[in-house]
């Protein structure tokens, strides 16, 4: 049998709880889809009289009243469906929605101050959402949808802190000089600390920027409520507060004088006091960013040629006034200096930490462009100090105070520059060949062997593991620089999908769970200075939420030593926790592969040991539970089935008979199902074990309700397991609906898998 149709069996009756079933079960639509209860196409759209013909057609045999009295229930149940299926498409706001969030998105919607419901957006809008169109509807819903998925995320990222907490457990590894290793009981001390908090403020749009709508409405003779609606634009300005303490902890020793009462006798004595802050330091400022729309202006401060360039940038500001005024300024745009090509993204930045009057500010510029779609090169330069000439300076001291001090205060910094690359990360999908090449030579008549190659070649595609890696070489006053990377994920399960925005202007595209893949992102750094001093980094990181991720890296850096730092990040949040193991002066070659080797073994023993067996053990109570549940959902569709064909079948067999008296099209009989294969040798191949079942179920009563005019369409987006009368009786396999109809007398057949449509009568059906 092969791998698709085997998969599908076990799904069905009984499998190993694979990863595959698992998303095969997970995926299976458990609820019914109105465009396939009216057996009409999703694309194109139906038209009003489309719609209603189904309705009339389907109601005129499910009518409560026109049933017997043991159908009663059942029919009221049936025509309750069709109904709701009816009142939700033929409402062009209702179906748009239905396309994107289905029938829960439609009941949220319409419900008691939902989005279109009473006291709902759509009753505060100034442009009445009941004056637009289908085309307007739609987008001003997804405008509606990206915004409140913006305002959550915003919500969540906005708010940025960071805690850093560094301990002290040097004293834990030793080292001697034939390269023994010493461990000792850790007994870790708090070094370092670092909290850093940033929180929004609302501020209003800068609309004195641009010119405001109510300046041009006057020039506009258009009717208001004709208008579509106004599009919302991004937020483009913002501010934050920003606050930060740091400093190191300390037990410093205090001289203690004691005196004995019986002899009077004074004793001094060293004694430590306890943990205490020492050089802490304290940051209070404010950042604000503004981001330029890309649109000329017609009027305004930017209508300018000059000034109209900002369009398209950024600029923000950070000013600190604790514990000394500090103002950073940076622009950023992306500029294409030839059309055509791949822009230039630019960003220019300044710090003032004194007196424009006493000193120019520190600058740096970081240019960076996309080479193809394979990397980014960028170039980065620092001015490091500067000092306006000495004829400035004379003029600039007549104007301001001048103080020797403050020259000698002032913070230095260095001039630097560096160039580097930084390859992009690749997903690339390589198909593997089938394990039977005679399998691609089969006739095209054997469908259903083609079709079940075909899919279980897409799922045997592998995915390679994405990877990057990039230099940077740098230079400074102090020497050269060379500085390498290389990331890669590992133990990934399956695919993991990135975070990205479920909602654009297109339409809604929902992702799927991001947690579940168990990949660990590996990156590796070195970097060698022009004294050839080496340092190099280790780092693993995981997700082990939607937003979360946590991480180890082991580094070796500088004069800092040997060391391990754990991470936690959620979005905008950070907690770092930096451990120093060992000095500089201690490490060697097996310590670092020690402190390297045993991390990844026992992660890798925590992984393959508990987690992974844990996770398939989930899944396959999962699939459990999900096999159960569509055994249920079968046999409730089933009996379904049964009775709606009971209630359909004298109204369908009267048109059949008005149809057969004008030489119309007639079904003559309508089966669904999976057939067996037509070649022997595939059909051996495929009955491995005695549960295989294959076969067709008869449905020529519901073919036949579907004939209208003398036509019968099926469009291929129809799941015709859910078209009324129908039921899966194969579920998570391929099916094929095989219908034998007379037209003019003559004998037709049309055969169609679930991908595929139908329409009747067609020439190419003669027998």
Same mark, same amino acid.
């Given at each position: 049998?092969?791998?698709?149709?085997?998969?599908?069996?076990?799904?069905?009756?009984?499998?190993?709880?694979?990863?595959?079933? &698992? +998303?095969? !079960?997970? /995926?299976?639509?458990?609820?019914?889809? #109105?465009?396939? $209860?009216? @057996?009409?196409?999703?694309?194109?759209?139906?038209?009003?009289?489309?719609?209603?013909?189904?309705?009339?057609?389907?109601?005129?045999?499910?009518?409560?009243?026109?049933?017997?009295?043991?159908?009663?229930?059942?029919?009221?149940?049936?025509?309750?469906?069709?109904?709701?299926? &009816? +009142?939700? !498409?033929? /409402?062009?706001?209702?179906?748009?929605? #239905?396309?994107? $969030?289905? @029938?829960?998105?439609?009941?949220?919607?319409?419900?008691?101050?939902?989005?279109?419901?009473?006291?709902?957006?759509?009753?505060?809008?100034?442009?009445?959402?009941?004056?637009?169109?289908?085309?307007?509807?739609?987008?001003?819903?997804?405008?509606?949808?990206?915004?409140?998925?913006?305002?959550? !995320?915003?919500?969540?990222?906005?708010?940025?802190?960071?805690?850093? $907490?560094?301990?002290?457990?040097?004293?834990?590894?030793?080292?001697?000089?034939?390269?023994?290793?010493?461990?000792?009981?850790?007994?870790?001390?708090?070094?370092?600390?670092?909290?850093?908090?940033?929180?929004?403020?609302?501020?209003?749009?800068?609309?004195?920027?641009?010119?405001?709508?109510?300046?041009?409405?006057?020039?506009?003779?258009?009717?208001?409520?004709?208008?579509?609606?106004?599009?919302?634009?991004?937020?483009?300005?913002?501010?934050?507060?920003?606050?930060?303490?740091?400093?190191?902890?300390?037990?410093?020793?205090?001289?203690?004088?004691?005196?004995?009462?019986?002899?009077?006798?004074?004793?001094?004595?060293?004694?430590?006091?306890?943990?205490?802050?020492?050089?802490?330091?304290?940051?209070?400022?404010?950042?604000?960013?503004?981001?330029?729309?890309?649109?000329?202006?017609?009027?305004?401060?930017?209508?300018?040629?000059?000034?109209?360039?900002?369009?398209?940038?950024?600029?923000?500001?950070?000013?600190?006034?604790?514990?000394?005024?500090?103002?950073?300024?940076?622009?950023?745009?992306?500029?294409?200096?030839?059309?055509?090509?791949?822009?230039?993204?630019?960003?220019?930045?300044?710090?003032?930490?004194?007196?424009?009057?006493?000193?120019?500010?520190?600058?740096?510029?970081?240019?960076?462009?996309?080479?193809?779609?394979?990397?980014?090169?960028?170039?980065?330069?620092?001015?490091?100090?500067?000092?306006?000439?000495?004829?400035?300076?004379?003029?600039?001291?007549?104007?301001?105070?001048?103080?020797?001090?403050?020259?000698?205060?002032?913070?230095?910094?260095?001039?630097?520059?560096?160039?580097?690359?930084?390859?992009?990360?690749?997903?690339?999908?390589?198909?593997?060949?089938?394990?039977?090449?005679?399998?691609?030579?089969?006739?095209?008549?054997?469908?259903?062997?083609?079709?079940?190659?075909?899919?279980?070649?897409?799922?045997?595609?592998?995915?390679?593991?994405?990877?990057?890696?990039?230099?940077?070489?740098?230079?400074?006053?102090?020497?050269?620089?060379?500085?390498?990377?290389?990331?890669?994920?590992?133990?990934?399960?399956?695919?993991?999908?990135?975070?990205?925005?479920?909602?654009?202007?297109?339409?809604?595209?929902?992702?799927?769970?991001?947690?579940?893949?168990?990949?660990?992102?590996?990156?590796?750094?070195?970097?060698?200075?022009?004294?050839?001093?080496?340092?190099?980094?280790?780092?693993?990181?995981?997700?082990?939420?939607?937003?979360?991720?946590?991480?180890?890296?082991?580094?070796?850096?500088?004069?800092?030593?040997?060391?391990?730092?754990?991470?936690?990040?959620?979005?905008?949040?950070?907690?770092?926790?930096?451990?120093?193991?060992?000095?500089?002066?201690?490490?060697?070659?097996?310590?670092?592969?020690?402190?390297?080797?045993?991390?990844?073994?026992?992660?890798?023993?925590?992984?393959?040991?508990?987690?992974?067996?844990?996770?398939?053990?989930?899944?396959?109570?999962?699939?459990?539970?999900?096999?159960?549940?569509?055994?249920?959902?079968?046999?409730?569709?089933?009996?379904?089935?049964?009775?709606?064909?009971?209630?359909?079948?004298?109204?369908?067999?009267?048109?059949?008979?008005?149809?057969?008296?004008?030489?119309?099209?007639?079904?003559?009989?309508?089966?669904?199902?999976?057939?067996?294969?037509?070649?022997?040798?595939?059909?051996?191949?495929?009955?491995?074990?005695?549960?295989?079942?294959?076969?067709?179920?008869?449905?020529?009563?519901?073919?036949?309700?579907?004939?209208?005019?003398?036509?019968?369409?099926?469009?291929?987006?129809?799941?015709?397991?859910?078209?009324?009368?129908?039921?899966?009786?194969?579920?998570?396999?391929?099916?094929?609906?095989?219908?034998?109809?007379?037209?003019?007398?003559?004998?037709?057949?049309?055969?169609?898998?679930?991908?595929?449509?139908?329409?009747?009568?067609?020439?190419?059906?003669?027998?």
């Amino acid at each position: 049998m092969s791998q698709t149709n085997q998969g599908g069996r076990e799904a069905g009756a009984g499998g190993d709880g694979s990863e595959e079933d &698992y +998303e095969r !079960l997970r /995926d299976y639509p458990h609820e019914l889809d #109105y465009y396939s $209860l009216l @057996a009409l196409p999703r694309e194109p759209p139906p038209t009003d009289a489309q719609i209603r013909s189904a309705y009339k057609t389907l109601t005129l045999s499910f009518h409560p009243d026109k049933q017997p009295g043991e159908l009663k229930e059942s029919a009221t149940e049936h025509y309750n469906r069709i109904r709701t299926a &009816y +009142e939700t !498409l033929i /409402d062009p706001k209702k179906r748009t929605v #239905y396309d994107m $969030l289905g @029938a829960e998105g439609v009941q949220q919607a319409w419900a008691e101050q939902g989005l279109m419901g009473r006291n709902g957006l759509a009753e505060r809008q100034q442009v009445g959402v009941k004056a637009m169109d289908e085309a307007e509807f739609r987008r001003w819903f997804l405008m509606v949808m990206k915004r409140r998925e913006r305002k959550f !995320l915003n919500e969540l990222v906005d708010a940025n802190g960071e805690i850093r $907490l560094s301990f002290d457990a040097r004293s834990m590894l030793t080292t001697t000089r034939d390269g023994d290793i010493f461990i000792r009981a850790p007994k870790p001390k708090p070094a370092s600390f670092l909290l850093s908090y940033a929180v929004p403020i609302p501020i209003s749009d800068m609309s004195w920027f641009r010119t405001s709508d109510s300046e041009t409405a006057g020039d506009e003779d258009e009717d208001q409520s004709k208008r579509p609606p106004p599009e919302q634009k991004p937020e483009t300005t913002k501010l934050q507060l920003q606050a930060a303490v740091s400093g190191g902890f300390g037990k410093p020793v205090q001289t203690v004088q004691i005196i004995n009462e019986d002899t009077g006798e004074r004793l001094q004595k060293e004694m430590q006091v306890p943990l205490t802050l020492r050089n802490a330091n304290v940051n209070v400022g404010a950042g604000f960013v503004h981001t330029f729309q890309n649109d000329v202006p017609k009027r305004g401060v930017l209508r300018g040629p000059v000034l109209s360039f900002l369009g398209g940038s950024i600029v923000s500001v950070n000013a600190f006034i604790i514990p000394q005024p500090i103002v950073q300024t940076t622009f950023s745009k992306a500029i294409t200096p030839v059309p055509g090509t791949q822009p230039l993204s630019v960003t220019l930045k300044s710090t003032f930490s004194y007196s424009p009057l006493q000193c120019p500010p520190d600058l740096s510029l970081s240019i960076s462009r996309l080479i193809g779609t394979g990397g980014v090169v960028s170039c980065n330069w620092a001015s490091g100090t500067l000092s306006w000439p000495e004829f400035l300076q004379d003029l600039l001291r007549g104007i301001s105070k001048y103080d020797p001090y403050d020259e000698a205060l002032r913070p230095f910094s260095m001039s630097a520059f560096s160039i580097g690359y930084t390859s992009l990360p690749t997903m690339q999908a390589a198909a593997t060949p089938g394990e039977d090449d005679d399998d691609q030579h089969e006739d095209e008549e054997d469908m259903f062997a083609n079709q079940a190659n075909q899919t279980t070649k897409k799922a045997q595609q592998l995915v390679k593991p994405n990877e990057t890696w990039g230099f940077n070489l740098g230079s400074s006053p102090m020497g050269a620089s060379l500085t390498l990377q290389y990331g890669r994920t590992i133990f990934a399960r399956k695919p993991s999908e990135p975070l990205r925005s479920e909602w654009s202007g297109e339409g809604y595209y929902p992702s799927k769970d991001r947690s579940g893949s168990g990949a660990v992102r590996l990156g590796l750094r070195a970097s060698v200075n022009h004294d050839l001093s080496l340092g190099w980094s280790v780092s693993g990181t995981r997700r082990i939420g939607e937003f979360t991720r946590m991480g180890l890296t082991v580094s070796m850096i500088g004069n800092m030593g040997l060391g391990y730092s754990v991470s936690w990040h959620r979005l905008g949040q950070s907690f770092r926790i930096p451990i120093a193991l060992c000095p500089v002066d201690q490490v060697t070659g097996d310590l670092c592969t020690l402190l390297v080797i045993v991390p990844f073994a026992v992660y890798s023993a925590i992984e393959f040991g508990y987690q992974r067996p844990r996770a398939r053990q989930r899944e396959r109570q999962e699939v459990a539970k999900l096999r159960k549940r569509l055994r249920k959902l079968l046999v409730k569709r089933k009996t379904e089935s049964a009775q709606a064909v009971s209630m359909m079948k004298d109204q369908v067999l009267r048109r059949q008979e008005r149809e057969a008296d004008r030489d119309g099209l007639v079904i003559v009989s309508a089966e669904y199902g999976c057939p067996p294969p037509l070649k022997k040798k595939i059909r051996d191949q495929n009955r491995v074990g005695d549960d295989y079942e294959e076969g067709m179920i008869d449905v020529t009563i519901p073919v036949a309700a579907l004939v209208d005019q003398g036509q019968l369409i099926i469009s291929p987006r129809v799941i015709k397991s859910q078209i009324l009368g129908f039921y899966d009786p194969f579920p998570l396999r391929p099916k094929l609906l095989r219908v034998r109809y007379r037209f003019s007398g003559r004998e037709h057949m049309a055969e169609a898998w679930d991908s595929e449509g139908i329409t009747c009568p067609m020439k190419s059906h003669l027998l």
